[in-house]
């Protein structure tokens, strides 16, 4: 920190209990008392050097008794008198940019003018500051701080203000830009060229390119008041929002520690979150950091980390913040909710009534914020878009994140038997259909919901099912459910018959792809004119995929007539209650039903890759088909 040398005399103070004497041989003939400090001195050195002393002392000498003057308003108190009165001696003293402030404004309260005497202490703390305070950063800083002390005398110096933009000036401007002069902050000295300087003498070492974060630390250690000013100075130079939101990071987490105590490893490990500081403040002093902290962050989406927002929104919370606040944090949240976790989502429930384990309608509240800005990013309205176009729609990557994530929420708070369903319901269905291209996750946490809450109603039941969609579950999600009890009867009804239809879709496209293969073998052996050997190939493979796909015909139609069958035991099982009878009728035409599928699947690859074996048959059928002609003719 840099210094400024005044006086040349040797000092000439000493102190005895709450009484300071100056000891320069004559008795002092001047008591001034500055709060609980008296000063024994003399009326010339200080009437020479300041204008109210003046005026004091020749009020006071009116009086018979002896000489006492009371300065209970002197800013920086009986400290800074002290300084003041070794100016007026002439003892050796120094100016620091922690001490400036208070002597500057104890100055002009003492009107320490050019006036009262040559070089005063007003001319020369002002040579100080505007000639080393304010051209290095710490020492900005430092003086900054010290206003804290004389906070309404520096105001109306308007110190604070120079401080402020000083500083806001130095951190706008990139370091690398122009080089040595503005590292000052830290590090080597550098030459012009940008090297390194050792001993007055360029090494030829570049140094490193400093990162815009340089000042995060230095700023933190300022009141949450000089703080704000300071940011907002940063704001109105233009500077990036992204660097800004880092410092209000960098400082929250200073100074709330519950911020801290969820962070990963590798986020523990970085410097812009300081961890252990030794710094505590009472809980009423982190919620209103807190709530400053929502007012300065920039709105702007993925500028400030998401977890950091969860861990505001959390402390917020525990701390009874005001609603503004709480609402704001949501809302920043909703608006970059596809860059949570599931972790994050996880917040306990802190409301007086603990209904839930965990605070779902916040969860709620934030998923509703998300789905406004996503509706007005996405411009047009989702329903007037083809389904194609929008699984295919790039825009649609975050709200399927989320949809993802609202289902692994769903089924981490199902077991929570104090969970009403109408809130569950609720929550499930605000994620649109289209974010969803499997109900996979859903129907875990659907099952999981129903397997915690046994005594709902049936009617309940089929409600609750029917939010998801039996048609985009996958082949394991359908067999699981064609087997699970706790589901309603409809609804595994409409699971077997959708995955019945999947199955006749597909054999339709192998029949499909077979004719397509059939012509185009039939138009190529016409157009290259190949020799009978070629076609007799052909047809013979052609008539190996026919004779398979009539079995295949076959055996779809035998899997139709046993659901037809099962179709009429449903119904007249209809009326029975319980679910030891549904077991026996779903494990009876279930599993038959699946294994005469599996087996007519199996029996037509084998088919198809074994030709020789189906040629063979075929012989046998011509062989037999022979024999008949020849027993007719006869």
């Given at each position: 920190?840099?210094?400024?040398?005044?006086?040349s005399?040797?000092?000439?103070?000493?102190r005895?209990?709450?009484?300071?004497?100056?000891?320069?041989?004559?008795?002092?003939?001047?008591?001034?008392?500055v709060?609980?400090m008296?000063?024994?001195?003399?009326?010339?050195?200080?009437?020479?050097?300041?204008g109210?002393m003046?005026?004091?002392?020749?009020e006071?000498?009116?009086?018979?008794e002896?000489?006492?003057?009371k300065?209970?308003d002197?800013?920086?108190?009986?400290?800074?008198?002290?300084?003041?009165?070794?100016?007026c001696?002439?003892?050796?003293?120094?100016?620091?940019?922690?001490?400036v402030?208070?002597l500057?404004c104890?100055?002009?309260?003492?009107?320490m003018?050019e006036?009262?005497?040559?070089g005063?202490?007003?001319?020369?703390?002002?040579?100080?500051?505007?000639q080393?305070?304010l051209?290095?950063?710490?020492?900005s800083?430092?003086?900054?701080?010290?206003?804290?002390?004389?906070?309404?005398?520096?105001?109306?110096?308007?110190?604070p203000k120079?401080?402020?933009?000083?500083?806001?000036?130095?951190a706008?401007?990139?370091?690398?830009?122009?080089?040595?002069?503005?590292?000052?902050?830290?590090g080597?000295?550098?030459?012009?060229?940008?090297?390194?300087?050792?001993?007055?003498?360029s090494?030829?070492?570049?140094p490193?390119?400093s990162?815009?974060?340089?000042?995060?630390?230095?700023?933190?250690?300022l009141?949450?008041p000089l703080?704000?000013?300071?940011?907002?100075?940063m704001?109105?130079?233009?500077?990036?929002?992204?660097?800004?939101?880092?410092?209000?990071?960098?400082y929250a987490?200073?100074?709330?520690?519950?911020?801290?105590?969820?962070?990963?490893?590798?986020?523990?490990?970085n410097r812009l979150?300081?961890?252990?500081?030794?710094?505590?403040?009472?809980?009423?002093?982190?919620?209103?950091?807190?709530?400053?902290?929502?007012?300065?962050?920039?709105?702007?989406?993925?500028?400030v980390?998401?977890?950091?927002l969860?861990?505001?929104?959390?402390t917020?919370?525990?701390?009874r913040?005001?609603?503004?606040?709480?609402?704001?944090l949501?809302?920043?949240?909703?608006?970059?909710?596809d860059?949570?976790?599931?972790?994050?989502?996880?917040?306990?429930?802190?409301?007086?009534?603990?209904?839930?384990?965990?605070?779902?309608?916040?969860?709620?509240r934030?998923?509703?914020?998300?789905?406004?800005m996503?509706q007005?990013?996405g411009?047009?309205?989702?329903?007037?878009?083809?389904?194609?176009?929008?699984?295919?729609s790039?825009?649609?990557?975050?709200?399927?994140?989320?949809?993802?994530?609202?289902?692994?929420y769903?089924?981490?708070?199902?077991?929570?038997?104090?969970?009403?369903?109408?809130?569950?319901?609720?929550l499930?269905?605000a994620?649109?259909?289209?974010?969803?291209?499997?109900d996979?996750g859903?129907?875990?946490?659907?099952?999981i919901?129903?397997?915690?809450?046994p005594?709902?109603?049936?009617?309940?039941?089929?409600?609750?099912?029917?939010?998801?969609?039996?048609?985009?579950?996958?082949l394991?999600?359908?067999?699981?459910?064609?087997?699970?009890?706790?589901l309603?009867?409809?609804?595994?009804?409409?699971?077997?018959?959708?995955?019945?239809?999947?199955?006749?879709t597909?054999?339709a496209?192998?029949?499909?792809?077979?004719d397509?293969?059939d012509g185009?073998?039939?138009?190529?052996s016409?157009?290259?004119?190949?020799?009978?050997?070629?076609?007799?190939?052909?047809?013979?493979e052609?008539?190996?995929?026919?004779?398979?796909m009539?079995?295949?015909r076959?055996?779809?139609?035998?899997?139709e007539k046993e659901?037809?069958?099962?179709?009429?035991?449903?119904?007249?099982?209809g009326?029975?209650?319980?679910?030891s009878?549904?077991?026996n009728?779903?494990?009876?035409?279930?599993?038959?039903?699946?294994?005469?599928?599996?087996?007519?699947?199996?029996g037509?690859v084998?088919k198809q890759?074994n030709p020789?074996?189906?040629?063979?048959?075929?012989?046998?059928?011509?062989?037999?088909?022979?024999?008949?002609?020849?027993?007719?003719?006869?």
């Amino acid at each position: 920190m840099a210094c400024m040398k005044l006086g040349s005399k040797t000092d000439a103070f000493k102190r005895q209990g709450q009484a300071w004497f100056c000891t320069t041989g004559l008795p002092s003939d001047i008591v001034v008392e500055v709060g609980e400090m008296s000063f024994h001195l003399h009326k010339f050195p200080l009437l020479s050097r300041s204008g109210v002393m003046e005026r004091l002392i020749a009020e006071a000498s009116e009086v018979e008794e002896g000489c006492v003057i009371k300065l209970s308003d002197v800013p920086g108190g009986a400290k800074t008198f002290e300084l003041v009165a070794k100016f007026c001696y002439g003892v050796k003293l120094e100016l620091t940019a922690a001490n400036v402030v208070q002597l500057r404004c104890a100055a002009e309260h003492l009107e320490m003018t050019e006036e009262n005497g040559e070089g005063n202490l007003i001319s020369q703390t002002d040579i100080f500051l505007n000639q080393v305070v304010l051209r290095n950063w710490k020492d900005s800083l430092k003086a900054l701080q010290s206003c804290e002390d004389v906070l309404p005398y520096a105001e109306e110096l308007q110190f604070p203000k120079k401080f402020i933009d000083c500083l806001a000036a130095k951190a706008c401007t990139d370091p690398n830009l122009f080089g040595w002069p503005v590292l000052e902050h830290g590090g080597p000295m550098r030459s012009p060229g940008g090297s390194v300087l050792w001993n007055g003498i360029s090494t030829g070492a570049q140094p490193k390119n400093s990162s815009s974060d340089w000042w995060y630390e230095d700023a933190s250690t300022l009141s949450l008041p000089l703080y704000k000013r300071l940011i907002s100075a940063m704001e109105s130079r233009g500077l990036k929002q992204e660097i800004i939101a880092g410092s209000l990071n960098f400082y929250a987490r200073k100074y709330i520690p519950g911020l801290n105590r969820r962070q990963g490893s590798t986020e523990s490990s970085n410097r812009l979150a300081p961890v252990g500081s030794g710094i505590s403040l009472s809980e009423e002093d982190q919620k209103l950091l807190i709530e400053e902290i929502d007012h300065l962050l920039p709105m702007q989406k993925g500028l400030v980390p998401t977890k950091f927002l969860f861990g505001l929104l959390r402390t917020a919370k525990i701390l009874r913040a005001n609603p503004s606040c709480i609402s704001n944090l949501e809302k920043r949240i909703g608006v970059q909710l596809d860059q949570a976790t599931l972790e994050d989502l996880l917040m306990p429930n802190f409301s007086y009534s603990m209904e839930t384990l965990y605070d779902v309608d916040c969860v709620q509240r934030i998923l509703d914020h998300f789905l406004v800005m996503d509706q007005v990013v996405g411009g047009a309205s989702p329903g007037s878009v083809d389904d194609a176009q929008l699984m295919g729609s790039p825009s649609l990557t975050p709200i399927t994140m989320v949809a993802k994530l609202i289902d692994g929420y769903l089924a981490e708070v199902a077991p929570d038997v104090n969970l009403k369903l109408p809130k569950f319901q609720s929550l499930a269905a605000a994620v649109p259909e289209y974010a969803r291209p499997l109900d996979d996750g859903l129907y875990r946490a659907i099952d999981i919901y129903l397997k915690s809450h046994p005594w709902l109603a049936e009617s309940d039941r089929e409600q609750l099912c029917r939010l998801m969609d039996c048609q985009k579950l996958s082949l394991e999600a359908c067999t699981h459910a064609a087997q699970n009890e706790r589901l309603p009867l409809r609804i595994i009804v409409q699971v077997l018959f959708f995955e019945q239809l999947q199955l006749r879709t597909s054999i339709a496209g192998c029949l499909l792809v077979s004719d397509n293969l059939d012509g185009s073998r039939q138009l190529r052996s016409g157009l290259m004119g190949q020799n009978d050997g070629v076609w007799a190939t052909a047809a013979r493979e052609n008539q190996v995929l026919k004779v398979g796909m009539d079995n295949m015909r076959m055996r779809v139609s035998e899997l139709e007539k046993e659901c037809s069958t099962m179709r009429q035991e449903i119904e007249k099982l209809g009326r029975v209650k319980g679910s030891s009878t549904w077991g026996n009728v779903s494990k009876k035409f279930g599993f038959r039903l699946k294994s005469q599928m599996c087996s007519a699947q199996e029996g037509s690859v084998s088919k198809q890759n074994n030709p020789s074996v189906q040629s063979e048959k075929s012989k046998n059928q011509h062989k037999g088909k022979h024999k008949k002609n020849i027993s007719s003719d006869e």
